[in-house]
């Protein structure tokens, strides 16, 4: 911070102190204002513009320094001067001390925050940028957030100073008027006649509903804008209270609950029930990564004492169980299941007409128009097929067409080094394809830290992979060796051969098609949503994939929750999304699993930390299982046991994380777990060992070298 910086601060901290070292707080109750109001109202008679000067610079004073009062001097503006001429000080000078308030906060603080706080405030800058002034006059007007945390927090953010100055003029004159009001009648206030007079309760009422009738006054305002253009096609009367369109993870979920707690909904789906998650995605590879591991195990079985052993198998019988297992998996999402959960399932297109009404063109043929009070969007999203050229001559497959294979590719080429381009290529490695993995950039799973990603690549490397890192896919051509892809990377070119190209380059969400655009629902890489999952109208929601910001089927299914109850009850009472403690798992071997922060996430939103790290290899349990590899990485806060953030690398990660999960979504620390037993020999003990690394480094050194010397005095 500059010296000109560090002295203001130093001067408005001298200023706020000495103001609580004086108590001047006394000065600025209601009944030190009762007790001299006699005299305050001679005086107003007497000189009314000085009063007015003065009372106006100690409002602005009050607000720019943030102190206590600004409530109190509002209703003290009622008393002294009356509801009209109360009104009109108490509202320029609270916009005013606010401005000042601002003001001050934008050039001590923004700065140090931005430097600490950076990425965040990115985020909150875009938002505010784009209707900031709006959610200014909201919070302005539904008094809920504190009037000086509203300065001081707006004041961090890039809204313009003249912007925060009008809207909250106009924002905060209803809020003002009212507590002038009160003001009036808390003055005449003498007997406890006075204070169960009509005019006083009913400024009392005023005070406690106006932040409800504000808020819904702002709703009411922003439904009409966006509800404007179809008023004329609203039903009077509503087939269904929900519609949901698609029936993954988040559909599945979200028709569910909206059955169980009474309400007519239908859920449409275009294509198979249980959507990716159990037809394309996390079932499929998660079966085909468990015969992979076992080819592998067989293949290492002399790390298990046995001597000589080999996998003989087809890679059509491989992809047989897949069938099996999906179709054992299916009835969990069956029509049949969620019809007897009281879900109405139609198999058929749907196509949003207006804000209330769907049109599902059915399999069967026909067509149905169905009208509901709420709709939720979860369709879900596909795999992104880059514009490379000569792609679509060579042929390629993506997860949604790869399950149809039936030999197993010679060479392989899989585009894409992220989760699920890992965990194919090398399950696809181990059952014998000469696979070559592309990543465009210097490193796989780049959302992970570095050492993760080096630990996975050199574990997919030992099973066969090449991994081309920093590779950039230029073009696709055959030749007289057959399919063939170009590579580029500093400024060479590589030509690498192959039967089948696996293009796993990322997901988008399906966005077009079903109504969307006609609607002008916005969107960018998903259907854009405020944290409701409110679409631009209110009673339009999303989940899943096609909401994002995460593409995991647990969050689909937790989104799913908010999406009913916010569709069905949320005229009375709405919930956030809540996405504090999201885990997520890459199911490469060994397995990556994470929750919350990583070093290089809190490293860039600047969040202090410090990391305590237990090396597996040192676990009994994984010793036995032959599976000494990998470690727990623990974030917490500096000095505290608050976990912040953990990776575990290793065997059974994805289920070792739960622990921590349930840790952190319930403020338990490091502590917790090393207070808990944990059944030996597991893996779980891993979590229980990196709490107790993390004691040992903040052992009360001090303590015990008393401890010790208390011992030695003992042996005497
Ligand atoms: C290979 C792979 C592996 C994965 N592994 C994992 C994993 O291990 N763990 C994990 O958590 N996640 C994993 N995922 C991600 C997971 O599959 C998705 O996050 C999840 O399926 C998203 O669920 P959803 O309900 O949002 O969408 P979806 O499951 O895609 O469901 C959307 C449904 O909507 C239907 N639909 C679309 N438009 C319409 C319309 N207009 N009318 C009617 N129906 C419509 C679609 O047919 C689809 O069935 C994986 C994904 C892939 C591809």
Redesign the pocket.
């Known amino acids: 911070m500059s010296k000109k910086k560090l002295l203001i601060a130093a001067l408005l901290a001298l200023l706020v102190v000495a103001y609580f070292a004086f108590d001047l707080g006394r000065f600025l109750s209601l009944d030190y204002i009762k007790s001299r109001q006699g005299e305050f109202a001679a005086l107003y008679a007497d000189r009314p513009l000085l009063v007015i000067g003065v009372f106006s610079a100690i409002y602005i004073a009050v607000a720019a320094l943030s102190i206590p009062g600004a409530t109190i001097l509002t209703l003290a503006a009622g008393a002294i001067f009356g509801l009209w001429t109360g009104t009109l000080i108490a509202s320029f000078a609270a916009s005013i001390g606010a401005t000042l308030a601002f003001l001050v906060s934008r050039y001590v603080l923004r700065d140090a925050v931005q430097a600490r706080f950076g990425t965040r405030l990115a985020d909150i800058d875009k938002g505010v940028e784009k209707e900031g002034a709006f959610y200014l006059f909201t919070l302005r007007l539904v008094p809920l957030v504190p009037f000086f945390v509203i300065n001081l927090a707006m004041g961090l953010t890039k809204m313009k100073a003249a912007t925060f100055y009008w809207v909250s003029q106009i924002g905060m004159l209803a809020g003002t008027a009212v507590y002038v009001n009160a003001g009036t009648q808390l003055a005449s206030i003498d007997s406890l006649k006075g204070i169960l007079s009509p005019g006083l309760l009913g400024s009392f009422v005023l005070l406690g509903v106006f932040p409800l009738v504000a808020k819904k006054i702002v709703e009411v305002f922003r439904g009409r804008k966006v509800f404007a253009r179809w008023a004329s096609q609203k039903p009077r009367r509503f087939d269904r209270n929900m519609v949901v ?8 979920v979200t028709s569910y609950i909206a059955a169980v707690v009474k309400a007519k909904v239908t859920l ?5 029930m ?4 159990l037809n ?3 079932v ?3 079966t085909l990564i468990r015969s992979a591991k076992l080819v592998n195990q067989i293949r290492h079985a002399s790390d298990y004492g046995i001597e000589r052993a080999e996998a003989q198998f087809q890679f059509g019988q491989i992809m047989d169980r897949i069938r099996r297992v999906i179709a054992d998996i299916e009835p969990h999402d069956s029509v049949e299941r969620y019809t007897g959960l009281g879900v109405d399932v139609v198999q ?4 949003l007409v207006n804000p209330w009404t769907v049109q599902i063109a059915r399999a069967d043929g026909s067509a149905q128009t169905l009208t509901a009070r709420s709709i939720v969007l ?4 596909m ?1 992104f097929v880059p514009p490379l050229p000569g792609l679509e001559e060579v042929g390629y497959l993506t ?1 949604d067409t790869l399950w149809g294979l039936r030999e197993l590719p010679r060479r392989l080429v899989v585009l894409g080094g992220g ?2 381009g890992c ?2 290529a090398q399950a696809f490695a181990r059952l014998g394809s000469r696979v070559t993995q592309v990543e465009m950039l210097p490193r796989i799973l780049v959302r992970e830290d570095e050492e993760v990603s080096a630990l996975v690549r050199d574990a997919l490397e030992q099973d066969g992979v090449a991994v081309l890192t920093g590779h950039k896919a230029l073009r696709c051509g055959t030749d007289t060796d057959g399919k063939f892809i170009v590579l580029e990377s500093t400024g060479a070119e590589t030509r690498i051969g192959f039967d089948v190209l696996l293009c796993a380059v990322g ?1 988008i969400a ?1 966005l077009a ?2 109504g969307l655009e006609e609607l002008g629902i916005p969107v960018g890489r998903t259907v854009e949503t405020n944290e409701y999952l409110e679409t631009i109208y209110p009673n339009i929601l999303a ?4 909401a994002g910001p995460y ?6 299914a937790h989104q799913g929750w908010y999406a009913a109850v916010n569709g069905l009850f949320g005229t009375f009472r709405k919930f956030k999304a809540d996405y504090s403690v999201i885990p ?2 890459t ?1 490469v071997d060994p397995e990556v699993a994470r929750v919350g922060l990583n070093e290089q996430e809190a490293a860039a939103q600047n969040t202090p930390f410090e990391v305590t790290k237990y090396d597996i290899a040192e676990l009994d349990r994984a010793i036995a299982d032959s599976a000494a590899h990998g470690f727990v990485k623990v974030l917490t806060v500096p000095g505290k046991d608050r976990i912040l953030g953990v990776t575990i690398v290793g065997e059974h990660a994805a289920d070792l994380l739960a622990e921590y999960v349930l840790a952190m979504r319930h403020g338990l620390g490091l502590n917790k777990i090393l207070g808990t037993i944990h059944t030996y020999p597991t893996m779980a003990e891993a979590n229980k060992y990196a709490a107790g690394e993390w004691k040992r480094n903040h052992q009360p050194v001090k303590l015990l070298e008393w401890v010790a010397r208390f011992h030695a005095w003992r042996r005497g």
Not at 543 to 546: I, R, S, T, Y
Not at 551 to 556: C, I, P, R
């Open positions: 369109i698609g029936a993954g993870a988040a559909g599945l449409v789906e275009s294509h198979k249980g959507g990716d998650c394309y995605g996390c499929p590879s998660k058929g297109y749907a196509k979860a369709a879900g999203a795999p997860s989760p699920i965990e194919l997901r399906r098609g079903y989940a899943g994939d096609v593409q995991f089927t647990h969050v689909g997520w798992a199911f």
